[in-house]
């Protein structure tokens, strides 16, 4: 099956530093990848769209500047944290739909998620 | 008003009982998509059960069916024969609209979830 790989699935920085997450796609192509944000026992929230070679499509709300989505090659697309503040953390997941799709009902395939913790 | 709704924040069922989780829906859309996602304590989605709005029959798979009543617009799942190992959230999510035509079409949106806990 599809299997969506991201990286960390733990990270623990300072606040004011930037934090990296990578989602990649290791067995299909997509040239779309979406970004969900999940705090504890809730539901996840769309924060944003990832399309390759262009640039990402932000959720009201969600500020651009400080989440940097790049969509470098349909196998990768990156999450840059900037400037992390304590409410940042969070449990960050990817998601992504296979290029040859089986059409509008295709599954997303998530990745495992990365569990950010700014102290 | 919330798109998807689970009303029910955490289930028990007995092992090898069946559970029924219920989602609601709401979309003004006739073409839609409804899924269902299973989430360990681990933190992975793991994709269970999809239907679509113009189906007919009610989806299966495996030990998963989909309840489906469009007119009620409802999608509950049912787990036959539960196992210590379904134990885990479960979130109903809905895709809108249909086609090819661009990337957001493709987004999910998500209920509050279900925690399901397995007696032994």
């Known amino acids: 099956g599809a299997v969506v790989s991201q990286h960390p699935s733990r990270v623990i920085c300072k606040s004011g530093t930037s934090v990296k997450i990578e989602c990649r796609s290791l067995d299909f192509q997509a040239t779309t990848m979406f970004w969900y944000r999940q705090f504890p026992k809730q539901s996840l929230m769309l924060m944003a769209t990832?399309?390759?070679?262009?640039?990402?499509?932000?959720e009201q709300g969600v500020e651009k500047d400080k989440f940097l989505i790049n969509h470098a090659s349909l196998t990768l697309s990156t999450l840059t944290v900037t400037s992390a503040h304590p409410e940042d953390s969070s449990f960050y997941i990817c998601?992504?739909?296979?290029?040859?799709?089986?059409?509008?009902?295709?599954?997303?395939?998530f990745g495992n998620g990365t569990r950010l913790t700014v102290t | 008003a919330q798109k998807i709704t689970q009303t029910q924040p955490g289930m028990f069922v007995q092992e090898k009982e069946a559970v029924t989780l219920d989602c609601t829906y709401d979309?003004?859309?006739?073409?839609?998509?409804l899924f269902w996602y299973k989430q360990p304590s681990s933190g992975e989605m793991i994709f269970l059960i999809y239907q679509g709005s113009y189906d007919e029959q009610n989806a299966t798979e495996g030990r998963y069916s989909l309840n489906f009543q469009k007119a009620r617009k409802s999608a509950n799942l049912v787990i036959s024969a539960s196992q210590l190992g379904d134990s885990a959230m479960y979130f109903c999510?809905?895709?809108?609209?249909?086609?090819?035509?661009?990337?957001?079409?493709?987004?999910?949106?998500f209920g509050k979830g279900t925690k399901l806990s397995v007696i032994p």
């Open positions: 990832s399309n390759e070679g262009s640039k990402a499509t932000y």
């Open positions: 999510a809905m895709r809108e609209g249909w086609g090819d035509s661009g990337a957001g079409s493709y987004q999910l949106t």
């Open positions: 998601s992504a739909r296979d290029l040859v799709g089986q059409g509008f009902l295709s599954p997303l395939h």
């Open positions: 979309t003004s859309d006739q073409s839609y998509g």
